[in-house]
């Protein structure tokens, strides 16, 4: 608006001038100017047209979830086969912020074998930055739960939303059976392969275990995780089971390797063994209290002895964190690490 209200005065300030009979040349010069004018109002038109809608493609792949890194690739990384993590692994898990990582990496910690990230809270040059160096990057979405705050939220059909996480307001159990649901799902799978994510963590899939308000069982959630792991696998990428100890014997022929959280406080790790005999692993968190601070000897101690409520954990990736899961991690070599977060 700016710019026309400067050629309307330009104009009004030359027709109150006596008027001058004009050459060909100079009228052939205005017309070639106002053409330029016109093509470069239409390109700029056009430019702010396409990213308002991502870049035309009205499948809704490139704005699906909050991926900061606005456009993303048509297609990810072209890999031969899909990786498989190996037992005993080194890692981190930061799901609260993105992280922050310079393209030398000579600030971050810990130096670890793999990344477990927010999909879309990370951008593809973090993951890229990260897999230069040698890393893996496992990619965390809620596959099993609706979140208020995620983008593609007004995607999902409301039928198909249960009743609240208990103790996480705003995230409510999804219909794992849904079409919806699952359409949904490919979506952010495809949304992890353009970024170019090793692996996916897709969480809350053990909603048989809580109340839910959909009567889900332990075969919906069995039957979900096929689905996934297809998804998955059709794109070359790894994928992970969340917690879900009952459906282990179910699923573990067609997953890569167990995020489990907490089977120490609740003395389920041999349960979860079954991955580390398959010769898959366990990525263990424990959230004890007080952390980071505030954490007896004793209960680190506990968490990292193999034996009493830590029973089933011989070669286990185990990291102590906090419940916010924000860059604090301490191992059970008493090493402790802050991942540097975005501000």
């Given at each position: 608006m700016l710019g026309l209200g400067k050629s309307q005065a330009t104009v009004d300030a030359v027709e109150s001038k006596p008027k001058r009979s004009w050459s060909l040349r100079r009228k052939l010069l205005v017309a070639v100017i106002a053409i330029v004018i016109v093509v470069a109002l239409a390109v700029g038109l056009g430019v702010g047209l396409t990213r308002g809608r991502g870049d035309g493609d009205d499948d809704g792949d490139d704005d699906d979830g909050d991926a900061p890194d606005g456009d993303l690739p048509e297609s990810g990384p072209d890999r031969e086969s899909a990786w498989q993590p190996r037992v005993a692994e080194s890692w981190q898990i930061v799901l609260r912020e993105?992280?922050?990582?310079?393209?030398?990496?000579?600030?971050?910690?810990?130096?670890?074998?793999?990344?477990?990230?927010?999909?879309?809270?990370?951008?593809?040059?973090?993951?890229?930055?990260?897999?230069?160096?040698?890393?893996?990057?496992?990619?965390?979405?809620?596959?099993?739960?609706?979140?208020?705050?995620?983008?593609?939220?007004?995607?999902?059909?409301?039928?198909?939303?249960g009743k609240e996480l208990d103790g996480w307001p705003g995230e409510r159990w999804l219909n794992l059976s849904s079409s919806g649901v699952r359409d949904i799902m490919k979506r952010r799978i495809k949304i992890a392969w353009q970024k170019g994510c090793d692996a996916i963590d897709p969480d809350n899939v053990d909603?048989?275990?809580?109340?839910?308000?959909?009567?889900l069982t332990a075969d919906d959630s069995v039957d979900f995780m096929r689905f996934l792991s297809e998804e998955a696998k059709s794109y070359k990428m790894a994928i992970g089971l969340k917690n879900a100890g009952d459906i282990i014997p179910d699923v573990i022929d067609v997953v890569d390797f167990s995020v489990n959280e907490q089977c120490i406080e609740?003395?389920?790790?041999?349960?979860?063994?079954?991955?580390?005999?398959?010769?898959?692993?366990?990525?263990?968190?424990?959230?004890?209290?007080?952390?980071?601070?505030?954490?007896?000897?004793?209960?680190?101690?506990?968490?990292?002895?193999?034996?009493?409520?830590?029973?089933?954990?011989?070669?286990?990736?185990?990291?102590?964190?906090?419940?916010?899961?924000?860059?604090?991690?301490?191992?059970?070599?008493?090493?402790?690490?802050?991942?540097a977060l975005q501000d």
């Open positions: 993105p992280i922050k990582v310079d393209s030398n990496l000579d600030d971050l910690e810990p130096d670890v074998d793999v990344y477990d990230l927010d999909l879309f809270d990370n951008d593809i040059e973090t993951f890229k930055t990260l897999q230069d160096a040698g890393k893996k990057v496992i990619c965390y979405f809620s596959a099993g739960s609706w979140e208020e705050f995620r983008q593609d939220q007004d995607e999902f059909d409301e039928d198909d939303l909603g048989y275990q809580n109340d839910n308000g959909l009567g609740y003395s389920e790790c041999e349960t979860f063994a079954a991955f580390i005999e398959a010769d898959k692993p366990v990525f263990n968190i424990e959230y004890p209290d007080g952390a980071p601070r505030d954490i007896s000897s004793k209960v680190t101690d506990e968490i990292c002895s193999q034996a009493g409520k830590a029973r089933g954990t011989e070669d286990f990736s185990i990291v102590i964190k906090k419940m916010d899961l924000d860059g604090w991690v301490e191992y059970c070599d008493g090493d402790t690490f802050s991942t």
